[in-house]
């Protein structure tokens, strides 16, 4: 199979390459257009800050080419947000896939009860509708790390609670995203990943 892991201005794209290095197959870390667009599945990770990244996707009309794509697409974390409409991280258009608004955590309460923000370590992922998460992943936990997140929606393919419930991944069409990385969730992230390649 050939995997493409889209190469840009964002870490942890060397993990994902490792996470399916343990599954087996070799990945393409590539920007690309030809060899993304060929590629049976992309990859598109991310780490990093909203408006600098869609800067540099844009320079290189990145964002138009994954809007594109016919294959199954996976977003993780930050690929997640910038597949979404709007990001309040950096007041910053994104690239529209989804139809949910990416918003900051504002946790309320008195300093000894409120959450911390980044969202950060593994949290339960439940209500799961999609063929990405077979294998009997409901209420499994994830690892998170992320100030900013997904409305829920139509295109919510699972929950995750943190001060309010918001998508721990969406799928709209051939594009599937998660906010937490499977590339660190240990067996039911392997699972997912798994899945997404069997899709």
Same mark, same amino acid.
């Given at each position: 199979?050939?995997?493409?892991?889209? +190469?840009?201005?964002?870490?942890?794209?060397?993990?994902?390459?490792?996470? #399916?290095? @343990? #599954?087996?197959?070799?990945?393409?870390?590539?920007?690309?257009?030809?060899?993304?667009?060929?590629?049976?599945?992309?990859?598109?990770?991310?780490?990093?800050?909203?408006?600098?990244?869609?800067?540099?996707?844009?320079? @290189?009309?990145?964002?138009?080419?994954?809007?594109?794509?016919?294959?199954?697409?996976?977003?993780?974390?930050?690929?997640?947000?910038?597949?979404?409409?709007?990001?309040?991280?950096?007041?910053?258009?994104?690239?529209?896939?989804?139809?949910?608004?990416?918003?900051? %955590?504002?946790?309320?309460?008195?300093?000894?009860?409120?959450?911390?923000?980044?969202?950060?370590?593994?949290?339960?992922?439940?209500?799961?509708?999609?063929?990405?998460?077979?294998?009997?992943?409901?209420?499994?936990?994830?690892? %998170?790390?992320?100030?900013?997140?997904?409305?829920?929606?139509?295109?919510?393919?699972?929950?995750?609670?943190?001060?309010?419930?918001?998508?721990?991944?969406?799928?709209?069409?051939?594009?599937?995203?998660?906010? %937490?990385?499977?590339? +660190?969730?240990?067996?039911?992230?392997?699972?997912?990943?798994?899945? %997404?390649?069997?899709?």
């Amino acid at each position: 199979m050939n995997v493409a892991i889209i +190469k840009y201005n964002a870490g942890n794209i060397m993990s994902v390459d490792y996470a #399916l290095q @343990r #599954l087996g197959i070799t990945a393409t870390v590539t920007d690309d257009h030809d060899i993304i667009r060929t590629a049976d599945r992309v990859i598109f990770p991310g780490v990093g800050e909203a408006s600098t990244t869609m800067h540099y996707l844009r320079e @290189r009309k990145l964002d138009l080419l994954i809007a594109g794509l016919k294959q199954p697409v996976l977003g993780i974390c930050l690929g997640l947000q910038l597949m979404c409409r709007y990001s309040e991280e950096g007041n910053t258009r994104c690239i529209g896939i989804f139809r949910e608004n990416v918003l900051k %955590f504002s946790p309320s309460g008195s300093p000894e009860t409120r959450l911390k923000v980044p969202h950060m370590g593994w949290n339960k992922i439940h209500d799961l509708t999609s063929a990405l998460f077979r294998g009997e992943l409901e209420n499994q936990y994830a690892y %998170f790390v992320h100030s900013y997140y997904a409305a829920t929606g139509t295109e919510t393919i699972a929950l995750c609670d943190y001060s309010v419930p918001f998508s721990a991944a969406l799928k709209r069409d051939n594009f599937y995203a998660t906010q %937490f990385h499977p590339e +660190k969730s240990g067996r039911p992230g392997s699972q997912i990943l798994k899945n %997404f390649l069997e899709l």
